[in-house]
């Protein structure tokens, strides 16, 4: 009688432990695909990069399908580097395009 009072305290406590295993590698994971979220900042630099191109020319290239002047561009350009404020086109560009964003990969220099 104690024996299977002892075998079943031993269960009850690893069901217990993988339980609380489960659970925590599941907020590990959740921590791990949220650290990986890139920023709009982050974005805009990969692409960049990722093209050989300046920050400006990719402004430039998200703003083809809108109806934006040059100036505009130029504006809000500024209104970035001083303000890191994003402009409609550019969110607009890297929604459209973010799956093939994360699947590019920074050259390493």
Same mark, same amino acid.
């Not at 299977?4 to 069901?15: D, F, K, N, R």
């Not at 809000?76 to 890191?84: E, G, K, P, R, V």
């Given at each position: 009688?104690?024996?299977?009072?002892?075998?079943?305290?031993?269960?009850?406590?690893?069901?217990?432990?993988? @339980?609380?295993?489960?659970?925590?590698?599941?907020?590990?994971?959740?921590?791990?695909?949220?650290?990986?979220?890139?920023?709009?900042?982050?974005?805009?630099?990969?692409?960049?990069?990722?093209?050989?191109?300046?920050?400006?020319?990719?402004?430039?290239?998200?703003?083809?399908?809108?109806? @934006?002047?040059?100036?505009?561009?130029?504006?809000?350009?500024?209104?970035?580097?001083?303000?890191?404020?994003?402009?409609?086109?550019?969110?607009?560009? @890297?929604?459209?395009?973010?799956?093939?964003?994360?699947?590019?990969?920074?050259?390493?220099?």
């Amino acid at each position: 009688m104690i024996s299977l009072l002892y075998y079943g305290i031993i269960a009850a406590c690893v069901l217990i432990l993988t @339980v609380i295993l489960f659970r925590r590698a599941g907020r590990l994971e959740k921590e791990r695909v949220r650290d990986t979220s890139l920023s709009m900042e982050e974005y805009l630099f990969k692409i960049a990069r990722v093209t050989g191109n300046s920050e400006y020319d990719v402004f430039c290239k998200s703003a083809e399908i809108w109806p @934006v002047s040059r100036e505009k561009i130029d504006q809000d350009f500024s209104n970035y580097l001083q303000h890191q404020n994003v402009p409609h086109y550019l969110n607009d560009f @890297v929604r459209r395009n973010k799956k093939h964003i994360d699947e590019l990969h920074l050259p390493r220099f």
